[in-house]
């Protein structure tokens, strides 16, 4: 339970940087010494930490992240490795995300992320998240 | 490398059983004792080994998984956890996939799975497959 919490904090760390357009903070939250990997919206793979990096760069720089925001994650805990679903909704839209997490050091960082349009729509209420 | 394989080579029964239909053989290959989740293209979070392999069911079935074949598999391991992106391809049209699988009893089991729309297409020829 306690590996479930810290696992959704990190998952909230990412999207509060996503959201705010801050891209040290960004940096920060992914993995370093792990595999990285990035599907966005409707594109191919970005592969390595260079490559993704560039690409979050461009994203949050476009200004076209405020307003949305994470809603019901759940969090999924495989020893020191974990994901994450959540829905990212912004307005009447959403899109349904992927979040792989690796332990760095003690810390749950992220390693791969892959959001995409969905119809579904968050079942909970903002403020609660579910550990499974 | 060899982790990289034997990951890809799991990956690899998942689709036999998705493109031949065979129940089965995905049943067989889902994780039993670690967390199991799944968003199928358009869809929302289905949680738990019931609710997965109760879309699996429906899925395949439905007789509409025919003809697809999986493009452009890049392997990631951490430790006893790693992931697939690969291309599902069908005619023209692609899905774009995440899958994480997590190492059972020496074997690797799937354990997550998300497919969505792309615009992207894979790069390499089919019988090609990276490690990274």
Same mark, same amino acid.
């Given at each position: 339970m306690h590996?479930?919490?810290e696992l959704l904090f990190a998952n909230d760390i990412f999207y509060a940087a996503f959201v705010t357009g801050d891209f040290r903070a960004m940096d920060a939250i992914w993995a370093v010494r792990?595999?990285?990997s990035c599907i966005h919206p409707g594109a191919g793979t970005l592969e390595g930490r260079e490559e993704?990096?560039?690409s979050w760069a461009?994203?949050?720089?476009?200004?076209?992240?405020? =307003?949305?925001h994470c809603m019901d994650a759940r969090a999924h805990v495989c020893g020191e490795? =974990?994901?994450i679903t959540c829905f990212e909704v912004l307005g009447e839209g959403a899109l349904i995300a992927t979040n792989i997490?690796?332990? #760095?050091? =003690?810390?749950? @960082?992220?390693a791969h992320h892959q959001a995409a349009a969905? @119809?579904?729509r968050p079942e #909970?209420?903002?403020s609660a998240s579910k550990a499974n």
């Amino acid at each position: 339970m306690h590996m479930h919490s810290e696992l959704l904090f990190a998952n909230d760390i990412f999207y509060a940087a996503f959201v705010t357009g801050d891209f040290r903070a960004m940096d920060a939250i992914w993995a370093v010494r792990h595999p990285v990997s990035c599907i966005h919206p409707g594109a191919g793979t970005l592969e390595g930490r260079e490559e993704v990096m560039e690409s979050w760069a461009h994203i949050l720089t476009s200004g076209d992240t405020e =307003g949305f925001h994470c809603m019901d994650a759940r969090a999924h805990v495989c020893g020191e490795t =974990g994901w994450i679903t959540c829905f990212e909704v912004l307005g009447e839209g959403a899109l349904i995300a992927t979040n792989i997490f690796v332990l #760095e050091n =003690g810390d749950w @960082k992220i390693a791969h992320h892959q959001a995409a349009a969905t @119809k579904a729509r968050p079942e #909970e209420p903002e403020s609660a998240s579910k550990a499974n």
